[in-house]
């Protein structure tokens, strides 16, 4: 089993910065991929950013040059986000992937608004 714990999300005015934390505990083990989501009302959760177990990364169009995705070796998966926009608004998810399952972090609500 994994646990997933976001932070990092609140209030921010376009242009500004913000960066998501994903604190990983539980079975670390096999760790296929890890990523960020985000999801808002009425809307399909869609995929932000990922990273894989060799390092590689991927980014939503929508989201590149502005976001960073990293890890540590601790498994703890960052966001960081520059240039914010009011569309950049939504509840964003920590996401893992192993070789036993699939898992959801509860979510962190960022809001982007003068």
């Known amino acids: 089993q994994v646990q997933l714990v976001e932070s990092g999300g609140g209030l921010v005015q376009p242009g500004g910065s913000l960066r998501l934390s994903c604190a990983a505990s539980g079975s670390l083990l096999s760790v296929k991929a890890m990523a960020w989501h985000r999801q808002v009302p009425g809307k399909q959760r869609e995929l932000v950013a990922g990273?894989?177990?060799?390092?590689?990364t991927r980014y939503a169009e929508s989201v590149k040059g502005r976001f960073t995705i990293s890890r540590d070796r601790q498994n703890t998966l960052y966001l960081q986000m520059n240039s914010l926009k009011p569309e950049d608004t939504a509840v964003y998810y920590c996401n893992l992937k192993n070789a036993w399952g699939d898992y959801w972090g509860q979510g962190t609500q960022v809001t982007v608004s003068s």
């Open positions: 990273i894989v177990s060799n390092g590689d």
